[in-house]
């Protein structure tokens, strides 16, 4: 088993930035890949980033290229969402997840990839 705590979600305003960690427990960190979900209300979980086991593969969502970077602390067993210049429309609770995977390609942007899930982190931005 694998426990997932998301933190650092809140109101923000358009523009501003914001740091999503995801720290984990239980089975071995390092050999899961990691991913970030989004989902607004009345919509569809939607893939957001996520970064391989090693760290050195990551893929992003066109709404986020560029804006958001995906990193990961195997020591500290903890992924993090660096988010800048935002907007309303990434209003959401924001989940990670953990794929029991070291290898990650386009597959991995559907939700029903991964083995574990937090419980969610709410950010607002007002504009």
């Known amino acids: 088993q694998v426990q997932l705590v998301e933190s650092g979600g809140g109101l923000v305003q358009a523009g501003d930035s914001l740091r999503l960690s995801c720290t984990a427990s239980?089975?071995?960190?390092?050999?899961?890949?990691m991913g970030w979900f989004r989902q607004a209300p009345g919509k569809e979980r939607d893939f957001v980033s996520l970064i391989s086991s090693t760290g050195l593969t990551t893929y992003y969502a066109d709404s986020v290229k560029g804006r958001f970077t995906i990193s990961r602390d195997n020591a500290k067993n903890t992924v993090y969402l660096q988010m800048s210049s935002l907007n309303v429309e990434d209003t959401a609770v924001y989940y990670c997840?953990?794929?029991?995977?070291?290898?990650?390609?386009?597959?991995?942007?559907?939700?029903?990839?991964?083995?574990?899930w937090g419980q969610g982190t709410q950010v607002t931005v007002s504009s």
């Open positions: 997840a953990a794929a029991a995977s070291r290898a990650v390609s386009e597959s991995y942007y559907r939700p029903d990839s991964y083995d574990y």
């Open positions: 239980g089975r071995t960190f390092s050999g899961y890949a």
